[in-house]
């Protein structure tokens, strides 16, 4: 585990999730400001699983978290940390199932995880917004981030927001 909320468990992701990351990129409500085609099959979430997650864990030693919802003991999401090599910063992300939106819970997730940024030698983040995505944006500022510029990634126009973390919040 990597830290954990009232309502929440933040920890790595695990091969048994693969289900969950497949639903996270495949349903396209869940998709409307991220910029990739929707997951057809699990194996494709399995392939994302050992060569995208797995990999950030080993060559950074952080990568996005799994969200576990503890009154239903299920993922539900995920938030956590990205090196962003465009960038060469440390990315925030989160994204949720529709029926865990607007509870509070994307906040929440992230206060959490921006305490234990430090822990893995993460002293400032951003979080790439594409443009529309007023829900992220609030979420963004809600947790004390700033907007610092409009650029883009992926061939998308986004809101970059940053935050600068100090080891008092670990």
């Known amino acids: 585990m990597i830290t954990q909320t009232e309502r929440l468990i933040l920890r790595p992701f695990c091969e048994e999730d693969v289900d969950a990351l497949f639903m996270m990129n495949s349903i396209p409500e869940m998709l409307t400001y991220i910029p990739m085609a929707p997951l057809t099959s699990t194996e494709q979430a399995m392939e994302i699983f050992h060569q995208v997650i ?3 864990y080993k060559q950074h030693g952080f990568g996005r978290w799994a969200v576990v919802h503890k009154a239903d003991d299920k993922v539900i999401g995920f938030c956590g ?8 910063e440390v990315e925030i992300g989160y994204r949720y199932f529709p029926e865990y939106w607007r509870q509070g819970i994307a906040t929440e997730a ?14 400032k983040t951003i979080a790439l917004i594409l ?8 979420v963004a500022k809600r947790v004390g981030m700033q907007w610092r510029e409009q650029n883009e990634f992926m ?11 100090s ?4």
């Open 54 to 56: 797995q990999q950030d």
């Open 81 to 88: 940390p990205k090196f962003i090599p465009e960038y060469n």
């Open 110 to 123: 992230a206060e959490a995880a921006l305490k234990a940024f430090p822990k893995f030698g993460i002293n």
């Open 131 to 138: 443009e529309g995505n007023i829900g992220s944006e609030m």
């Open 155 to 165: 061939g998308h126009r986004v809101n970059v927001y940053a935050k600068h973390l």
């Open 167 to 170: 080891a008092i919040e670990v």
